[in-house]
Nanobody
């Protein structure tokens, strides 16, 4: 079992920045892929970014590429999402996930999920 706890969400003006963190416990993450997903009201949950713990490869949705950065802190067993140049379309509940997906962008491949943290961008 892997337990995930997100933090760092909040209200920010358009053009601003936020940093989300996901603290993992329960297992070492060496064989896991960590993902960030988001879900806006009335929409399906969508892929944002992913990081393979072993090797550190990163992947991004086209909508956030160049603005968001996913990173890890090995010592703290934490994965972070730095979000810059935020706009209203980024408003959503952001979820951290862990798993061994075949496709890093598919929610079905992630076995463990956090409770989510709200990000609201005001225009």
């Amino acid at each position: 079992q892997v337990q995930l706890v997100e933090s760092g969400g909040g209200l920010v003006q358009a053009g601003g920045s936020l940093r989300l963190s996901c603290a993992a416990s329960g297992r070492t993450l060496n064989t896991y892929t960590m993902g960030w997903f988001r879900q806006a009201p009335g929409k399906e949950r969508e892929f944002v970014a992913a990081l393979r713990w072993s090797g550190g490869s990163t992947y991004y949705a086209d909508s956030v590429k160049g603005r968001f950065t996913i990173s890890r802190d090995n010592a703290k067993n934490t994965v972070n999402l730095q979000m810059n140049s935020l706009n209203a379309e980024d408003t959503a509940v952001y979820y951290c996930a862990a798993g061994r997906p075949i496709y890093y962008y598919a929610t079905a491949g992630y076995a463990y999920w956090g409770q989510g943290t709200q990000v609201t961008v005001s225009s």
